[in-house]
């Protein structure tokens, strides 16, 4: 069997469980509850990128405020901006709030307060896509993450486009040579529907339970296409400065 090209992470101790990093060119879906750490690992995965690896990377934000974002994300010491100057990380501002979009849809006249426009009429998960091929052919980007695509949900105005949305989304990031990292919100929007877990090539859930026997915060690789990978269910911990860490793969039987 030939080897196939992988994509480390840099996350301690995720890529052991992965059996050497992500496959590359594949488009992994990071899916869990509100506060579980879906926008600190997929930020991880392209800030390490361009930090270790010499890998250029586009973010895009759909649901939070950029600032605040880069802001959050300096506790863990992702220096975003300063990347940005160097030219090795490309923030997509595409935040809106649902309140604003359901306007933008109901009247089809209010104007987005984003850095770029969503035109009446136009696809904009493909426009979104466009953007980040454009984007990630200007600094040679290798690594994408999509924070998150409940909010791109309010974008497809027919729900049975969904699926096919985004396997064409799919297919053009993977065309362009792009290893992605999409978060979904565990509770809302098009996965609830179920349909991503099938389109993506790899899912990991985040959890985290406050009482009974799995009290605390894990993380399972739940798929990963083209790889053998961990099948047990990891604790992780969010350390300061630092990021993500499974933390529990020092006990045997705990990798793969
Ligand atoms: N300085 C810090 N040290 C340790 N943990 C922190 C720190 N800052 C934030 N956290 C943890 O990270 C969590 C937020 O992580 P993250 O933003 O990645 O979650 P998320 O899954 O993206 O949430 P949401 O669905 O709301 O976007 C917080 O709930 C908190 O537990
Ligand atoms: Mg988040």
């Given at each position: 069997?030939?080897?196939?090209?992988?994509c480390p992470s840099g996350i301690p101790?995720?890529?052991?469980?992965?059996?050497?990093?992500?496959?590359?060119?594949?488009?992994?879906?990071?899916?869990?509850?509100?506060?579980?750490?879906?926008?600190?690992?997929?930020?991880?995965?392209?800030?390490?990128?361009?930090?270790?690896?010499?890998?250029?990377?586009?973010?895009?934000?759909?649901?939070?405020?950029?600032?605040?974002?880069?802001?959050?994300?300096?506790?863990?010491?992702?220096?975003?901006?300063?990347?940005?100057?160097?030219?090795?990380?490309?923030?997509?501002?595409?935040?809106?709030?649902?309140?604003?979009?359901?306007?933008?849809?109901?009247?089809?006249?209010?104007?987005?307060?984003?850095?770029?426009?969503?035109?009446?009429?136009?696809?904009?998960?493909?426009?979104?896509?466009?953007?980040?091929?454009?984007?990630?052919?200007?600094?040679?980007?290798?690594?994408?993450?999509?924070?998150?695509?409940?909010?791109?949900?309010?974008?497809?105005?027919?729900?049975?486009?969904?699926?096919?949305?985004?396997?064409?989304?799919?297919?053009?990031?993977?065309?362009?040579?792009?290893?992605?990292?999409?978060?979904?919100?565990?509770?809302?929007?098009?996965?609830?529907?179920?349909?991503?877990?099938?389109?993506?090539?790899?899912?990991?859930?985040?959890?985290?339970?406050?009482?009974?026997?799995?009290?605390?915060?894990?993380?399972?690789?739940?798929?990963?296409?083209?790889?053998?990978?961990?099948?047990?269910?990891?604790?992780?911990?969010?350390?300061?400065?630092?990021?993500?860490?499974?933390?529990d793969l020092d006990e045997p039987g705990?990798?793969?």
């Amino acid at each position: 069997m030939t080897e196939i090209e992988r994509c480390p992470s840099g996350i301690p101790g995720l890529d052991k469980l992965l059996n050497g990093g992500f496959p590359r060119g594949r488009t992994i879906l990071v899916s869990g509850n509100c506060g579980t750490g879906k926008t600190i690992l997929a930020t991880q995965f392209v800030y390490n990128g361009a930090a270790k690896y010499g890998e250029p990377g586009i973010i895009v934000i759909l649901e939070q405020d950029p600032n605040e974002f880069k802001k959050d994300m300096g506790v863990f010491n992702f220096d975003i901006q300063e990347f940005e100057k160097e030219g090795k990380l490309i923030v997509v501002n595409a935040s809106l709030s649902s309140i604003e979009l359901q306007d933008f849809f109901n009247t089809r006249e209010a104007v987005p307060k984003s850095s770029f426009s969503l035109l009446p009429g136009e696809d904009k998960l493909d426009k979104i896509t466009d953007i980040i091929i454009k984007a990630a052919e200007k600094i040679g980007a290798k690594r994408v993450s999509i924070d998150s695509i409940a909010a791109l949900d309010f974008m497809l105005e027919d729900k049975t486009k969904v699926r096919k949305t985004l396997l064409n989304m799919n297919y053009r990031l993977k065309k362009a040579g792009l290893t992605t990292i999409i978060v979904a919100d565990a509770t809302r929007g098009v996965s609830t529907q179920g349909i991503e877990e099938f389109i993506m090539d790899g899912v990991i859930t985040l959890h985290y339970e406050t009482t009974g026997a799995d009290i605390g915060r894990h993380m399972v690789i739940g798929k990963m296409r083209s790889t053998a990978h961990s099948e047990n269910i990891h604790t992780i911990r969010f350390v300061k400065g630092k990021g993500i860490e499974i933390t529990d793969l020092d006990e045997p039987g705990m990798g793969i």
